[in-house]
């Protein structure tokens, strides 16, 4: 029977007189048919080529040679937005990329954090003790030529508190929602707790919390019903953690309130309640700190805290230097969708040279001239009350003595000096400056 | 409204009790805390309840509580609340409301996750989304179904106690046939009685002024069966169903209802918004399917056939169409639950029928899954 007798027979059995011509119901259903028979293989084409896309290793990262001199890049430097780029992080494999590192402004060690070891000079980033809670190997996720996560190589130790900090926009929360499977990665490679992701994202994710934007839940239910909810998708003891959770967030008293009627930092106490419910090892906070008055910032930087102090990890994403300067024990930047610098942030605010001396004297335009002309310092400021001088990184403080001898024999009246260490916001800053926008 | 919010602090350190059993979060079938829990949600949603109650249960009770109440007013203006024209009537509103109350929830079921900001949370707990999205069935199922049986319930019972004597003729094509016959006997019948048959509309049957016996005798007899199927589903029409009818109907209401919550389910997770859903199938419900129904497009009959309320119409059980002759053209009856199309399409195989309508259930529900698979959450 070829294929015109059969439709023939098709079309007799649903109502035409055998013999008569298709009526074009019948034609269009077959068109019907062919159309979603072949879109579906191309769905499924697609599927199997994003796939490999995501779980074929990316080329081994190396630094330019701007970056391994550890001078400051230009903007037209930064362009192309390679992820080969910039001296972002240690590089996954290679003994290229230890060179390249080397000398770089922010040290890159991870050294002294829980489960850590120095990744700068190591042939390849060795996993610490514990492995790495969250390990990514040319991230890529791109919204159609927007590239939100641009080539992204970040390690977290286990057992830290861990801050992606980066300004509005930068793609932290994207990088958050590929890690955890909300949305599919264009490329790289990434693992969670040491369990590769997408591959075995069931697996991974049993033992992680997330919170991710603000949080929101169904607000007809109450609070204990929306875990209810999470505990039944979370399976195992999770029911059963529904009552600490409360309690270890403050909100028994609350539980049975609807959502709607919670402020939003109850919500955000949820989220967190929600995210013990698996009894994570890896917890995920994006923004933790939205919503909250002062007093409730404080106590959630004590309960991340305490949280790492029962060996989980806690990787915070927030834009507030301030509070992830409080909180975190390491810092990955992020900008424009890379990360270009991570490690502990003594270090990294350390090893940047930030350090700065106020100096208040007479004449401090000339004080400034005659420090720049010796070539001592990192950068002079004319300030209001004087002029801050910026010292080059690893300065010791002879040279704060020093300045002050050349500024006496020049005869500038010097009134007083003062070291003032930088904190993670100027640093930000100073980096994010050095590198200006690319926009 | 003040709230005042506990201290972080006062929570003290209650530790979370570790665990080291990892669930199987993975597997494809929804667990039963996963379905109850949905299931809770859905029911907790008030206005959506009141909603059903309204375009489901309320109808029922009001036209039923009102016949009896004339009824017991007024006997003789108004039939007892059990005729089986009532009952036929309530039922195919029930069918048509429920049907639209199904697809509201339908819809709500399939996009409130999302636009609550849930379906972030579920994903982030490894849960596979298939599992995710097969759980909305039976939760969202477990309030429809329970539902139309309770009106369908009431329906029965009505028409049990409080209903009337089977008539005992059959009116058909404008003749008043006695109930209770054959084939044999119907045809006999017909053959005895041209001076009626000469004001009929008998389809096949030549009919006028001065018809004989032996003029119609070869179309009778070539036309016997299609007269007889129309003959019984007429007495089914009339008559007060019998229990396996009542079985049949309530079934074939179950299956409409669950057809809308499906669509609704499939279509509102494939879109993500929940009013362009329930608006796209009360359309299709009260205006697409009425309009392809009562039209015949000669070169898309088999197109309009595809249209899932069409092939629920060819299903529809004898007792819920009108009787032969007085209102749509109907099929010829025979078919799956001894139906016959209330509507203008002729009649069409049971298996296509069943492949119609099978196509979407599964093909909505499949839509529907994928659409959760692959939505960036």
Redesign the interface.
Known sequence: MNTSELLSGLAADVGHAPGQRLGPGVLILAVLVLVALGWGGMRITQRVRDRRTVSKPEPPWSAPETAATGAPQSPSSRTPASPQSLPSVPPAKGPSTSQSLAGLPGSQSLAGLPGSQSLAGLPSSQPPKGGWAVETHGLTKRFGVTVAVDGVELLVPRGSAFGYLGPNGAGKTTLIRTLLGLTKADGGTMSLLGVQVPAERSRALARVGAIVDEPRFHPHLTGQDNLRLLAAARGGDAEQRIAPSLARVGLTDRAGDKVAAYSMGMRQRLGVAACLLGDPELLILDEPMNGLDPAGMHEMRAMITSLVGEGRTVMLSSHLLDEVERTCDAVAIVDHGRVIRQGPIDELVRGAGAAVVQIDCAEPARAAQLIDQAGIAAGTALAENGLTVTLPAGASRELIADINRRLVRADIDVYGLHEARASLEDWFLSVTSRLGDPS | ?T?T???????????????R??????AWLP?W??I???N??IR???GLMITMLVLIVLPTILFYGLRLLFHAIDPHTYAPAGNPGLFSQVTNMTAEFGFIAAAALGAAVGT?DLS???F?????????RLA?YLARIPAGLAITVPLVALVFTMGCLVTSYEGIPNPTSVSMYNLTIPANLDQIELQTWLLDNPQQIQNSFLPGVNTGPGTTTAQIRPAIDRNIATLYADYTASELSGSNPADNEMVKIGLWLELEIGIGFLVGLGFGSLTGQRTTTTIVLIALEIIVTPLLARTQLP????????VVGIAMDQLRPAALAPPVGTGGPGGPGGLLFGGRGALGI?A??T??MISVIVGWIVGWSGIGAWRMITR??
């Open positions: 409204m709230t919010e506990p201290s972080l602090s006062e929570a003290g350190s209650a530790p979370v009790p570790g665990h059993r990892t669930p199987r979060t993975g667990t805390d996963l109850t829990t949905k809770l949600e907790k949603r008030r409130t609550d900001g849930m972030r949370h579920l994903v982030i707990t490894g849960r596979s995710l070169y898309f009959i088999d197109g309009q056939r595809l002729p069409m195989p298996w296509a960036d959450a």
